[in-house]
């Protein structure tokens, strides 16, 4: 079984999607990707021309669980941005080694156009996080939003968010090859982010538990409204 969590038309009219497969392996186009641990969930990440043909796909052959959040970045130079979770002791993506804290951790990928990983930076806990949504900001910064629960503080980058009892939400903001840190509780989960190229400011939608609720917040993380 196969399915798809997001979905990104990039600026030259291509569509990029990401999703989980569960099977032995997955085909798309001429690329056959193998699922590493089969029957678990494993990320793929493909782009198809404006016709609607596959042009490369990729997975991270990540041992155990792992799998996409709900949208898909890019920037300027075409590079795409996913938000990943996984259960795995440790990962390698492109040049950057992680190692789960305990449980489910999560963390950011970057991809050249071509689908070929470049990095990765993670946030981590003792206990369950789900990155959901990611933006972009023509200066090159990178937001992931997502929830946590367990009663577990979650640490990222440098930054210690506070245990919660049951869900609450994370707000990041990523460097090129370093982390820099907003951090935002939350009575619900951030599920999407986008940013507003007029505004300058940072468009967030949550609805894990609770109401659907909309906040505006700037590119340093401070709540507008």
Do not use: H
């Not at 999607?17 to 678990?40: E, K, P, Y």
């Not at 259960?87 to 305990?102: C, K, M, Q, R, Y």
Request: charged content about 15%; proline content about 4%.
């Amino acid at each position: 079984a196969e399915s798809v969590t997001g979905l990104l038309f990039d600026g030259a009219g291509s569509l990029v999607i990401s999703g989980v497969f569960l099977g032995d392996d997955l085909t798309l186009g001429s690329t056959t990707l193998t699922n590493a641990s089969a029957g678990d969930q494993e990320m793929y990440l493909t782009r198809f021309t404006t016709d609607g043909d596959p042009l490369w796909a990729t997975s991270l052959g990540i041992t155990g669980a792992d799998w996409t959040g709900r949208q898909i970045g890019t920037d300027g130079g075409g590079n795409i941005y996913l938000p990943i979770g996984y259960e795995a002791p440790s990962i390698t993506v492109g040049g950057s080694t992680l190692t789960n804290v305990d449980g489910v951790d999560t963390f950011v990928a970057k991809f050249t156009p071509d689908g070929v990983p470049i990095w990765a930076a993670a946030a981590g806990g003792a206990g369950y996080e789900s990155p959901q949504g990611i933006a972009t900001d023509p200066e090159g910064n990178v937001y992931v939003c997502g929830y946590y629960q367990g009663g577990f503080p979650l640490t990222i980058g440098t930054t210690d968010l506070p245990a919660s009892a049951s869900y609450d939400s994370f707000l990041a903001r990523l460097g090129d090859f370093n982390v820099g840190i907003a951090g935002t509780g939350g009575a619900t989960g951030l599920m999407a982010s986008y940013w507003n190229a007029g505004s300058g400011e940072l468009r967030l939608r949550s609805s894990a538990t609770g109401p659907i609720d909309c906040t505006v917040y700037t590119a340093q993380g401070a709540r507008v409204a």
